[in-house]
């Protein structure tokens, strides 16, 4: 009895999804003691590369010994030219199994979905973050505009219009009916056109809430307020979708010629 694809693409996920849930969280200094288990790994990615169709994150740049994240890129895929940019800099979780190669500990992953971006490193600072705009500021109220003065002395006389001249009355010249051309079809977009459209739309999108979260945190930061810390793990998360956003806008939309 074959299965129906419908149930086989719904319970897929599902499995996935359990299995991520049910690993074990660990630090990426200790993943040397979990060697062949499927674990979740954690911590900020210090160095990133994309080589050979493969995306190289490591923990700790100056040790080789330490563990090191490897993204495989299919040749059909949706990440962006430069994967390892949504990644460098950030905090992630990335759920593999851990093995040893030629003595260094790797996590060798499938899929993008495996890797989870959390925040910022501690050292990183939001850029462009724009001062937020006080709620109690209420516009500058607009100057009246001047009032002409009267007009003094007495009123001129009002001057009657001239009489008209009578006389046969000329011929009215009827105008020319002027000629309609068909107009020319609308050229219709092309594929290419249309996925700059959507590409620029997503940036657009992104842009906006990377915007926002900044102001949030700024706000968070100017105001004194405790608790900013969260505010600034969601930067993470929404860097990485501009990132990808910025990334496709380059590669889909031809570069604009400078005015």
Same mark, same amino acid.
């Given at each position: ?87 460098? *800099? ?11 190669? *030629? ?120 105001? *004194? ?10 930067? *993470? ?23």
């Amino acid at each position: 009895m074959t299965r129906p694809r419908y149930l086989v693409a719904v319970v897929g996920p599902l499995l996935v999804v359990g299995v991520a849930l049910a690993t074990p969280l660990v630090s990426w200094e200790d993943s040397g003691d979990h060697g062949g288990r499927l674990v979740t790994v954690e911590g900020y990615v210090a160095e990133a590369e994309t080589r050979d169709r493969t995306c190289i994150l490591r923990f700790d740049a100056d040790d080789e010994a330490a563990l090191t994240v490897l993204l495989l890129v299919p040749l059909v895929t949706s990440l962006p030219p430069l994967p390892h940019r949504l990644y460098e *800099g950030r905090r992630i979780r990335a759920t593999g199994r851990i093995q040893r190669f *030629g003595g260094r500990l790797e996590m060798v992953l499938q899929s993008p979905d495996q890797i989870e971006v959390l925040g910022l490193t501690a050292d990183a600072e939001p850029r462009h973050a724009e001062p937020p705009v006080p709620a109690d500021a209420a516009p500058h109220p607009a100057a009246p505009a001047p009032t002409a003065a009267p007009a003094r002395g007495p009123a001129a006389p009002a001057v009657e219009p001239a009489a008209p001249l009578r006389g046969p009355a000329a011929p009215a010249i009827e105008p020319a009916a002027p000629t309609l051309e068909p107009a020319a079809p609308a050229a219709l977009p092309s594929a290419a056109e249309l996925a700059c459209a959507r590409a620029r739309q997503a940036w657009e999108q992104a842009h906006l809430d990377a915007r926002d979260a900044v102001a949030e945190l700024s706000t968070c930061l100017d105001a *004194g307020r405790s608790r900013c810390a969260p505010l600034g793990d969601r930067l *993470g998360p929404v860097l990485t979708d501009l990132e990808w956003a910025e990334q496709r806008l380059e590669t889909t939309c031809p570069p604009r010629a400078d005015p």
